[in-house]
């Protein structure tokens, strides 16, 4: 009877098991098919068909506000000649310098760069796979760092302190890089997430929060458009991107999801260089962002939305990564830019002169602001959520900085003239029917006179330098020209040690 029973329960078991694996092959056809026959279908009778999944749930492309009656009302298109119509939200404009943070599952390595998952399995860059034979066992995966993403020590209060300290007027943090993971408990992330794995913590949210009520930052949200090896995002390039399964079912989902839950007033996009905006379906997108988000009033987004939008699409173009144009441009540009030379992550192996130093970061900061750009500055935190202290102490130096000469920075416009041949940058501003010129000077005259080639001087102009009280003297230049006497100002009376600002009233 015993034998009887144990056989009757291993068939039991084979029976329910094979009745699993049936199922499971007739889940998977039918989940082949549906997605097959969905992407044959043209994109405005996709977004039809899509109106009983959670992508639709949520009115993909087609949320209004609850003050819009009918969709006629809608300010822009999903075209980018509409879209490119868009006035760029005055705040951006203004703020001219922000604090960019790469934070991720690649500072649990921190070895190489924040690329280190592509380098290492993409890649097989030999000094990445050193590294992991090295100090990790054999079959050891990039998954398991998520164990060791700890984030203990992170407080997203002395981070919100921070920013402010810096001067700067708006945070970018990275929500999800190329490799994937997300910051926030993505709902399409299951299980590759900061709350599910790692720190258990929504990071974004912790932050957000922090900024929102402790500081007048704007908070901005980066985002990866593609990853490395997402499943869908290979089968796409695969079917040599005929088909949108990572579109549909993972990237435009988490955006709205992203969108509606922190309200980033920044949206840098990234990682669209494979393919064009038709794949990303940016414009259907951004036509949302613009029309009907929570932010579509003051949000602002880059030119990174597929492989023809860089440089020609977007509240503000970035081009490259320490970008400055050659010439003047005509639409608003963000120069992003790394403190450590080498990467956008913390590197464990990182040299001392790996780090620019402070003169060099209010160069570029210069540099930027007098060509009509932004900067945006990137540090990058360690994988238990402290800022190293080399970070922390170059964003308080510039703080000290622009808490002297921010008026040469804030709110400016380029001049007619960027910069002298020496190391002098012009901004400006109209102060009522004054125009204000500001040179800051890099480099101190041993005489105390600070020569300026540019300035066309009248019978009212006044000149003062930045953190100084006393009203100084000066000469024209004929035909044009200034020479500013600063030699009565004792070097222990200086307002700042890096460069210094002298704001020149009336001039032409």
């Not at 984030?151 to 999800?176: H, I, N, R």
């Not at 990572?246 to 839950?261: A, C, G, Q, S, Y």
């Amino acid at each position: 009877m015993e034998n009887l029973i144990k056989l009757r329960s291993r068939r039991t078991a084979r029976d329910m098991l094979l009745a699993f694996l049936v199922l499971s092959l007739v889940t998977n056809a039918m989940l082949f098919w549906y997605i097959q026959s969905f992407q044959s279908v043209p994109p405005p009778t996709r977004s039809k068909l899509l109106s009983g999944n959670n992508i639709v749930k949520q009115n993909l492309f087609n949320m209004q506000s609850t003050n819009r009656e009918t969709k006629q009302l809608s300010q822009y298109n999903s075209t980018w000649n509409s879209l490119d119509t868009r006035p760029l939200p005055a705040w951006y404009e203004e703020a001219k310098f922000g604090i960019f943070i790469h934070w991720g599952l690649f500072t649990v390595p921190s070895f190489r760069r924040e690329w280190f998952w592509w380098m290492w399995q993409g890649q097989k860059d030999p000094a990445s796979t050193a590294f992991m034979n090295q100090h990790y066992k054999k079959g050891f995966q990039y998954q398991d760092f998520a164990s060791q993403f700890t984030a203990e020590f992170f407080d997203p209060d002395f981070w919100a302190e921070l920013l402010q300290a810096s001067g700067a007027k708006y945070v970018v943090l990275t929500s999800k890089h190329h490799e994937g993971w997300t910051n926030w408990p993505s709902k399409y992330s299951w299980n590759w997430n900061s709350v599910d794995a790692g720190p258990h913590r929504d990071l974004v949210g912790d932050l957000a929060k922090a900024v929102r009520s402790t500081t007048d930052l704007k908070f901005g949200l980066y985002y990866s458009l593609y990853e490395w090896f997402n499943p869908f995002f290979i089968e796409d390039k695969l079917n040599g991107f005929q088909s949108q399964n990572f579109i549909w079912r993972k990237m435009m989902p988490e955006l709205l999801d992203l969108v509606t839950t922190y309200e980033p007033e920044v949206l840098w996009g990234d990682g669209d260089w494979e393919m064009s905006s038709d794949y990303w379906n940016s414009t259907e997108f951004l036509a949302w962002l613009y029309n009907d988000s929570p932010v579509k009033d003051t949000v602002v987004v880059n030119d990174r939305w597929g492989s023809d939008a860089r440089n020609s699409h977007g509240d503000f173009y970035t081009g490259h990564t320490r970008y400055i144009p050659d010439s003047k441009l005509n639409h608003k540009w963000e120069n992003c830019m790394t403190i450590d030379r080498k990467s956008w992550g913390y590197r464990r192996q990182a040299d001392l002169q790996d780090y620019m130093d402070i003169e060099e970061l209010v160069t570029v900061l210069v540099e930027t602001v007098s060509g009509g750009g932004n900067l945006l500055m990137n540090i990058g935190p360690s994988v238990d959520g402290v800022i190293p202290l080399i970070f922390e102490e170059r964003l308080r130096q510039m703080g000290d900085w622009l808490r002297v000469n921010g008026d040469a920075i804030y709110g400016s416009s380029p001049w007619r003239v960027q910069r002298e041949k020496t190391k002098i940058w012009y901004t400006s501003k109209q102060v009522g029917n004054i125009q204000v010129v500001y040179a800051i000077v890099f480099e101190w005259p041993a005489d105390g006179l600070i020569n300026l080639q540019t300035p066309i001087t009248t019978s009212g102009t006044t000149v003062n330098m930045l953190g100084y009280a006393t009203p100084l003297l000066w000469s024209a230049v004929e035909p044009h020209g200034m020479i500013i006497n600063a030699s009565n100002i004792p070097f222990y009376k200086l307002p700042c040690e890096w460069a210094w600002t002298f704001r020149i009233g009336d001039v032409m």
